[in-house]
Structures are given as C-alpha cells and as structure tokens.
C-alpha cells in the first residue's frame, strides 16, 4: 500500500526508449515477452525502489570574506509538496569566532525551495524556515553576505500515492452498508484509506432533529414531523409493499391512544388456502428513519388488539447486514397473534403480550437486543422505522389499533463520532485491517447540495442558523476548522442516467450555479461517477468549464455506496490516488487542496495501483499547478506507471480532445503534447481501456497570464 513514482525533471528517463511528442504521445514499453516492474517516471512521486534524487542546481561557492555561517538545518529532507518544511538556524561570526552584532542583517538562499527572510541576529543567531520545492531534488543552502562553516546540501523527497474512498457510508447512514463490512472489503482490495462520510444529521447533534412521534393527527397514512427552525417540518408516509390482498390499514378516530386518530389494521384470510402476508412501511424524509445502533437506539409504540384468530401482527425494526452475505437483512419483529415462531440467525421475534382491548406500550432498547442476539455485529447495524405486517392463515382474522410510534438514541454529535472511530480501530486491530479509517460528515440539512468535510476537527452542525446561512458558509466553518469540503453527485442522487436533453440542461445549470457562487468555496469536486444523474462525461463538461474560468477545484472520483457491496464490483467505483509524503491526515487534506491528486477504476491496475504524473518541465510545475505568464510553446508531460497494450491516451485542452495515442506496448508510460498557453489553457489527461471506457483521469496543469486569484499553494516552487 502507498505505492510510490518518481518522475524527474526534464523527463530524462533510463529505458533506452526515446519519449515521442504527444502529438505522437510516447509509450514506454519493453520488447516483447518483458516486462518492467519499475521506472523513472516524471513527476513528483517515487517508485518503491528508487533512491536517486535529481540534481536541481550546482553546488553554490560563498566567499563572503568577512564572516563565517554555521548553518544547522532541522532535517536533512522534506518531502517535495510546497509547505514550510525545515527550521533553518544559523551561527554568525567573524573570522575569529565572535559572534555578530545584535541586529545585523545576513541573507540567506536555496538553490531550490523558498526560504523566508532570516530575522535580524540576537546573540549571533537567527532562524527561518524553508518552504520545500513541488519537485523532488538535492538543495544548497548558502549566503551572499558570509562564508559557510560547512556545506549544507538538503534534499527534497519524492511523494507516495495513497488511494482513499472518499466518499463511503456505514452503519450510521441510512442502507444496509457496514463499518466492518467495507473495512473488510477495502483490505483485501488493497485500498489505503475509507474516509467515512455518513450523513451528519444522523449524529444528531442537535436534540430537535430525532425523530418526534408518529401520532396521525393529521387523518391520513401521511403527515410531518417537527422539524428545527432551519429546516422545517419533514414528512413521513406509509407504503404499501404488496401481499396479502383482504388486509389494510387505515387511520380513524376509534383507533387512538390519545388525541383524535390512530392506525387500524385488519386482516381477513378467509379465501386462503395457504398463509400469507402484506407489508407497509413507515418511513421519514430527511434520514429520520434511520438510525446506528452505536448510538443506542429504542422504539417505542402503543398497540390495542381488536382480534386475533389464525392471523398475526408484527412491527419489524429491519436492520442491516453484517457485511458478510449479500442480501441479508436482519430483523427485530415484535408480534401479536401466532406465537409459533422461532429465532433464526437473521430474525428476532420478541413478544408483544397484552390482553384483547386493552392498550399495551411497547418499550424496546433495540442496540440492547442486537447486542443479545448478534453479539459480534450489535454496535455495527443500522436499524429502521418500521415495517408494519398482517398474517393470516386460511379462515383467519385479525384487528389491531397502532398509535405514538417513536425512535430515540442515546449517544448523539461528537460522543457519537468518538464511538465510530473507537469501533473502527478495534475491528482494525482485531482482524488484522490494514487500511486506515479515517471520520468526516456529508453534510446533509441544507436539501441540496450535499457537501463532504473532510478533517478530524469539523463540526458537526446542527443548522439552527440565522436566516440565509447556508452551503458557504458551512464551508467557511470547516475551512476554519482546517478540513477540507467536496461537492458532491452534482447532478442528483439518481444512479441512472437521465435523457440526453435532461442531462444538458443539469451540466448548464450547475456551471451557472457554481460558478455565480463561487463554487461556494469547495475544495473538491466529485466528478469520477460512471453515472449519477448525468454520465462521466457531464461531470468533466462541468469540472473543465469550471477550471476554464479560473475556478480551481481539484477533481475526485468516488462512490457513495450504502448497501452491502464491494464499490469495486459497482460502477461507480471510482477511487482517488493523493501523492503525499505518507497516510497523514494533514499530508492529505494540504495535497488534495493543492491539486496532487488523480481518480479512476483501481480494477484496471495490479493491485489496484497506479501513479500519475502531469508536469511541465519549463516551469517545475505539476498538476493541479498554476504556470503564471508563460509565453512560448509550453511542453506538459504525462506519464503513469503501469499501462496496458491496447488502451488510449487522451489529451483534453480547454475541455477538447487535442490528440489520443494507442498505448503500444505494456508497462510504464510517458508522453508529452505542445500548447500555446497564452490566453491561459487548462491541460489534463484521460486513459481509456480497450472498450473506449475511462478508466483513469488525471487533475489538470493551468496555464494563466496573471497570478490574479491563485492560490498559492497552486503556483509551482522549482
């Protein structure tokens, strides 16, 4: 895991290949029946292996004739990503060893990187700090102003591609997805980061978004629910799931509790000939009819038996899979009538008891029973609200009254998100899960559009805000708090293509939306779906019309499975590589703000791991970087590790394919193509399988005649 890719400046490479203009895109392959298993490829990542560092500058000679320098460096390397790296101290004195004087001024520079100012001495010291090159290579350190002491020669460090789903829901969203489940599938895939991202309006951090009672007081089989200040009211609705045909429910006022209506439900099987069921299931908008069994949940409900004659009533709380069975779901069915059932391994029958015409509140701790009955999985389930069902057997008859349904948890906002995280790292520890996990938040309470923060110190919001806070402002807060927001499923959540006229005017709408708002301030945008609403191709259309206009956003692919399958054996299975240093928290989230970052389908690739580079030599820029006021032809490289014969390199320029190269030959690839960048260009990469599929999208280099709105850690440092 964490695989690793080098690619040295000016693209010399050791293959005896000769690197072909990408008007001719070059593929670097081996003679037939060979193979390499490492490279130098260009860029600012390592393949496990390599040791050598390009040299970026001759060894600078200092002859300051008046004064020594005694410079000690806090580290010997850092790694080649653009931040503030090395603590630089010096010693200054004269030629017989006594210090400076207070105040003086000495200059100091680097062959490579950027060194901030060297304050004035204090006692003949001072110290800075040097900002690290975004390419790797062997740096000097030296002074206009004094002799060195000794020769300072530092290096920075070629990057290693990590690959993390960012976008993946367990036990604590709505679905029958898992925590073990997708851990277990993510360590056998080879993945090196889940950074869960369930939804944050299921922590339930503000105590007026759980779930208020089910009362039917508005006369119907629908109605609302309080709701905050913020978000209103939610509505909840009965569905119908078909079966039994002589059975119903209805809502009138002899069936209630309390206030004015109740639930009836009735059942006749007299023209049976064998026992059957119908289901209904009860269900809320805004995620209220799903909740964790980490967080401790309880039911409650009141029940009056009218009837029961060879029929039966049952309340199901369905619950998710383990992870391990494809289709399993797990029941908790509290029943009325037939008391002949048993336990299974998937279903908990629980009793309701009570006498006939009387009311009966049925109290339950559903984390409590999951922990009696699936000892190894209870705090790692998600339990929903309800499944009301009517049985009968051949002549039977039933009648009962239903009325003040209601879920509640326990451990709610942060508590909750601690317990998520605790669980994770002993289901790590206790199975020998190699991959990290790592806890955002989809934030969720604003409709659309959902947004992902990423960052261990994002609050969790309770969107009881003042009139008009809303998507910019939440990212404000996260950005504030250090972490990082995408964008997410831009065109809906549907998984299905909508019509070509549909999906045109979806990708018109969303350019027009975000760039009126300034893509609201995200960070990242999720463009690596096959299809979600529009097709992979919608999803550039935006992403390139976006970054045409300056709007830097570094692209991501992801999926947003809930149910209990692998993401690889989905579609939308896209996974994002991130070159950084190691699996830090904080190297990600600097090098995703800043570009360093590729997506595309990991079953296409040994492992399921690839390393990308796009560089412009000229500039020492990569992608995800800005090249300010170039003027000439500007050469941009592309190069991967690992390519296979029969696929196809595309050039994309401004969102058009520019040329497109077969790969010859497999193994480690490198290519180049010549633009004018005047007028500023936006040049990423495309690689598509022998089925004309994407398969592996690179983040683009921009071109721009002014350094108006970079930011900075988008320019290049050489």
């Given at each position: 895991?964490?695989?690793?890719?080098?690619?040295?400046?000016?693209?010399?490479?050791?293959?005896?290949?000769?690197?072909?203009?990408?008007?001719?895109?070059?593929?670097?392959?081996?003679?037939?029946?060979?193979?390499?298993?490492?490279?130098?490829?260009?860029?600012?990542?390592?393949?496990?292996?390599?040791?050598?560092?390009?040299?970026?500058?001759?060894?600078?000679?200092?002859?300051?004739?008046?004064?020594?320098?005694h410079i000690t460096p806090s580290a010997a390397a850092a790694p080649a990503d653009g931040r503030p790296a090395i603590t630089v101290r010096v010693r200054a004195t004269d030629l017989d060893g006594a210090a400076l004087p207070d105040g003086t001024v000495v200059r100091l520079h680097a062959s490579s990187g950027a060194l901030e100012p060297l304050p004035p001495l204090q006692g003949g010291e001072a110290s800075t700090r040097l900002h690290s090159a975004t390419r790797p290579g062997r740096v000097w350190v030296g002074s206009p102003d004094c002799a060195l002491a000794q020769q300072v020669e530092l290096v920075f460090t070629p990057l290693a591609a990590w690959s993390a789903q960012l976008h993946i829901h367990g036990s604590l969203s709505e679905g029958t997805g898992t925590m073990r489940g997708f851990s277990r599938a993510a360590d056998e895939d080879g993945l090196d980061l889940l950074w869960w991202t369930d939804h944050d309006l299921l922590y339930h951090n503000n105590p007026d978004l759980s779930l208020s009672t089910l009362d039917w007081e508005e006369g119907g089989l629908s109605g609302t629910i309080a709701g905050t200040a913020a978000l209103g009211p939610s509505e909840w609705t009965v569905s119908d799931l078909g079966g039994l045909e002589r059975a119903e429910l209805v809502v009138n006022p002899f069936a209630a509790a309390r206030g004015g209506y109740g639930l009836r439900a009735s059942v006749t099987g007299e023209d049976l000939r064998s026992p059957d069921t119908r289901r209904w299931r009860i269900h809320a908008k805004n995620l209220s009819s799903a909740r964790g069994t980490l967080g401790g949940v309880q039911i409650s409900f009141k029940v009056r038996r009218q009837m029961a004659l060879g029929a039966q009533l049952r309340v199901v709380v369905p619950l998710s899979s383990n992870g391990g069975r494809a289709g399993a779901e797990r029941r908790i069915v509290f029943h009325d009538g037939d008391t002949r059932e048993r336990d299974t391994a998937d279903t908990l029958w629980v009793a309701i008891g009570g006498g006939s015409g009387e009311w009966t509140e049925v109290v339950a701790d559903?984390?409590?029973?999951?922990?009696?009955?699936?000892?190894?999985?209870?705090?790692?389930?998600?339990?929903?609200?309800?499944?009301?069902?009517?049985?009968?057997?051949?002549?039977?008859?039933?009648?009962?009254?239903?009325?003040?349904?209601?879920?509640?948890?326990?451990?709610?906002?942060?508590?909750?998100?601690?317990?998520?995280?605790?669980?994770?790292?002993?289901?790590?520890?206790?199975?020998?899960?190699?991959?990290?996990?790592?806890?955002?938040?989809?934030?969720?309470?604003?409709?659309?559009?959902?947004?992902?923060?990423?960052?261990?110190?994002?609050?969790?919001?309770?969107?009881?805000?003042?009139?008009?806070?809303?998507?910019?402002?939440?990212?404000?807060?996260?950005?504030?708090?250090?972490?990082?927001?995408?964008?997410?499923?831009?065109?809906?959540?549907?998984?299905?293509?909508?019509?070509?006229?549909?999906?045109?005017?979806?990708?018109?709408?969303?350019?027009?939306?975000?760039?009126?708002?300034?893509?609201?301030?995200?960070?990242?945008?999720?463009?690596?779906?096959?299809?979600?609403?529009?097709?992979?191709?919608?999803?550039?259309?935006?992403?390139?019309?976006?970054?045409?206009?300056?709007?830097?956003?570094?692209?991501?692919?992801?999926?947003?499975?809930?149910?209990?399958?692998?993401?690889?054996?989905?579609?939308?299975?896209?996974?994002?590589?991130?070159?950084?240093?190691?699996?830090?928290?904080?190297?990600?989230?600097?090098?995703?703000?800043?570009?360093?970052?590729?997506?595309?389908?990991?079953?296409?690739?040994?492992?399921?791991?690839?390393?990308?580079?796009?560089?412009?030599?000229?500039?020492?820029?990569?992608?995800?970087?800005?090249?300010?006021?170039?003027?000439?032809?500007?050469?941009?490289?592309?190069?991967?590790?690992?390519?296979?014969?029969?696929?196809?390199?595309?050039?994309?320029?401004?969102?058009?394919?520019?040329?497109?190269?077969?790969?010859?030959?497999?193994?480690?690839?490198?290519?180049?193509?010549?633009?004018?960048?005047?007028?500023?260009?936006?040049?990423?990469?495309?690689?598509?399988?022998?089925?004309?599929?994407?398969?592996?999208?690179?983040?683009?280099?921009?071109?721009?005649?002014?350094?108006?709105?970079?930011?900075?850690?988008?320019?290049?440092?050489?």
């Open positions: 895991m964490g695989i690793s890719a080098w690619f040295p400046a000016g693209i010399a490479v050791d293959w005896g290949v000769v690197v072909i203009p990408l008007l001719l895109l070059a593929c670097a392959g081996q003679p037939s029946g060979e193979r390499r298993e490492d490279s130098d490829l260009p860029g600012d990542t390592a393949l496990e292996g390599d040791s050598e560092v390009a040299e970026t500058a001759e060894v600078p000679v200092s002859t300051g004739p008046t004064c020594r320098l559903i984390s409590a029973l999951a922990d009696a009955n699936w000892p190894d999985d209870e705090r790692d389930l998600s339990a929903g609200l309800v499944d009301v069902e009517l049985a009968a057997n051949p002549g039977g008859r039933g009648a009962w009254d239903l009325d003040d349904f209601r879920f509640s948890q326990r451990v709610v906002g942060d508590d909750l998100r601690d317990a998520q995280r605790d669980l994770l790292d002993e289901y790590a520890a206790a199975n020998g899960i190699d991959t990290r996990s790592w806890v955002g938040a989809e934030l969720s309470g604003f409709g659309e559009p959902h947004l992902n923060a990423f960052g261990s110190d994002t609050l969790l919001f309770d969107y009881d805000r003042p009139a008009g806070w809303g998507p910019a402002d939440a990212v404000a807060e996260v950005h504030a708090s250090g972490g990082l927001v995408s964008y997410n499923h831009m065109f809906g959540v549907e998984m299905e293509a909508f019509t070509d006229a549909e999906r045109a005017e979806l990708v018109h709408d969303q350019v027009e939306l975000l760039a009126a708002n300034n893509r609201f301030g995200v960070d990242l945008l999720e463009v690596g779906y096959r299809h979600r609403g529009g097709l992979i191709g919608d999803f550039l259309e935006v992403w390139d019309a976006l970054s045409i206009r300056g709007l830097y956003t570094t692209g991501i692919g992801t999926s947003d499975v809930h149910n209990d399958t692998s993401w690889a054996t989905t579609a939308n299975n896209f996974v994002t590589w991130v070159a950084a240093a190691e699996l830090d928290e904080a190297e990600l989230l600097w090098n995703l703000r800043r570009g360093a970052a590729w997506f595309g389908d990991p079953r296409k690739f040994r492992e399921g791991e690839v390393s990308v580079s796009v560089l412009v030599p000229a500039a020492g820029a990569s992608q995800g970087q800005v090249v300010v006021g170039m003027q000439g032809p500007a050469q941009v490289t592309f190069a991967a590790s690992e390519l296979e014969l029969g696929w196809t390199v595309r050039a994309i320029v401004d969102g058009e394919e520019l040329e497109r190269t077969p790969v010859l030959a497999s193994g480690p690839f490198v290519g180049d193509v010549t633009i004018d960048p005047r007028g500023g260009k936006v040049v990423r990469f495309e690689v598509l399988d022998g089925q004309e599929d994407g398969i592996l999208y690179s983040n683009p280099v921009y071109f721009s005649d002014t350094d108006e709105g970079v930011p900075a850690e988008r320019l290049p440092r050489p």
